[in-house]
Every structure is written in structure tokens, then in C-alpha cells.
């Protein structure tokens, strides 16, 4: 069984955020052969093209650290009906100097949840117009709209029972996700 790397990007900067214990909560329903890596997005500079021949040593390591996935999992709160600040920062900075795209292929699950009815449905299709212009291929189908309302977590800080099995049926599609893209990459590597 092949190990996979995902670099998950929580687009929340807040110690207590919902969609933090979301992405982790997640990661407890996984497979076995992917492992979860948190990029840092916090530390990042405000993106300024003038200084891309000079990145921060905080882009480079958010650069290096998507270089080294094999998928991402973008779990996001939504603000002001769209994707936050901090989140956008972090995309600009890692898909730039223009050809230098590090999230160009990656195979990519868009999630998040909120306290509104609708979860976080207008950010995660920001995000998804977003991504596909990086050429990021992401999950279309289950889409996950998480209301984050009492008995979401569990006690253990897994997902709740009335939760569980259609955030588990998400993560076994992401799961398979990732592995097609990870197969049909290695097929034109040995064409």
C-alpha cells in the first residue's frame, strides 16, 4: 500500500477554530497509508510580487512543504462570503513567481464547516474557482457543507455520531482521490 503525504492548509488562524478541530477530526477518519502535515500559513508575509526573486524563508518552507504532498486538504471557515484573507495569502504566495505554481497538479479536498446553516458553501466555491485556475484538480463529489452546531465533535474530539458516517464516506472519497492521481501520475512518469 503506498504512503501518501497531505499537506493541509486551515484557513483559520484562530487557537480555537472549529475548522482546525474539523481537519483534525478528519485526519482520525482516514485511511491508514495517508499521513496529515499542518502548513503554517500564520507567519507568511502580506504576498508583494516585488519581492518574489526574495521570498521569505516562510514561503519557501510553505513552497517546500507542498512540494513534498502528494494531496491537500483545504479546510476553511467562511468570511464575509468568501474565502479568508489569510487563506488567499498563502495561495498567492505559494503559486507565484508566475510558472512556479506549487499547487499545480496536486490533487486537492475542499471542506469546512460554520456555525451558519449553510456551512461554508460560498467560500468553498470561491476557493474551488480559485484552485481550478491553478490547475489543482479537487473533489467534486461528495460536497460538505458542514454545520458546525452541538454534537458535531465528540467528547474525543472526533466526529459526533449523527456526523460520522458522511464525513467518513467524504474522507474514503478523498482517500481514493488522491490514489487515482497519484496512479495516473506515475503511469506518464513511466510512459
Do not use: C
Amino acid at each position: 500500500m503506498n504512503q501518501f503525504q497531505i499537506a493541509v492548509v486551515v484557513g483559520s488562524l484562530r487557537r480555537d477554530s472549529i475548522n482546525r478541530k474539523l481537519a483534525h477530526a478528519l485526519e482520525k477518519l482516514a485511511p491508514p497509508n495517508l499521513s496529515f502535515k499542518y502548513l503554517d500559513i500564520g507567519d507568511l508575509p502580506p504576498y508583494n510580487q516585488d519581492e518574489e526573486a526574495s521570498p521569505a524563508a516562510a514561503v519557501v518552507r510553505l513552497k517546500q512543504e507542498i512540494g513534498s504532498a502528494q494531496g491537500l486538504l483545504f479546510v476553511t471557515p467562511e468570511y464575509n462570503r468568501s474565502v479568508p484573507g489569510v487563506l488567499k495569502n498563502a495561495i498567492d504566495h505559494a503559486s507565484r513567481p508566475y510558472g512556479k505554481n506549487a499547487w499545480a497538479g496536486k490533487p486537492a479536498g475542499v471542506i469546512g464547516a460554520s456555525v451558519g446553516p449553510i456551512g461554508t458553501a460560498l467560500a468553498q466555491q470561491h476557493l474551488r474557482n480559485i484552485l481550478a485556475y491553478l490547475d489543482v484538480p479537487t473533489l467534486a463529489q461528495p460536497e460538505a457543507f458542514i454545520h458546525a452546531k452541538e454534537g458535531l465533535f465528540d467528547a474525543a474530539g472526533g466526529i459526533g455520531p449523527e456526523s460520522r458516517s458522511f464525513l467518513q464516506a467524504w474522507m474514503n472519497q478523498y482517500a481514493a482521490w488522491v490514489e487515482r492521481h497519484a496512479a495516473a501520475r506515475a503511469e506518464r512518469a513511466a510512459a
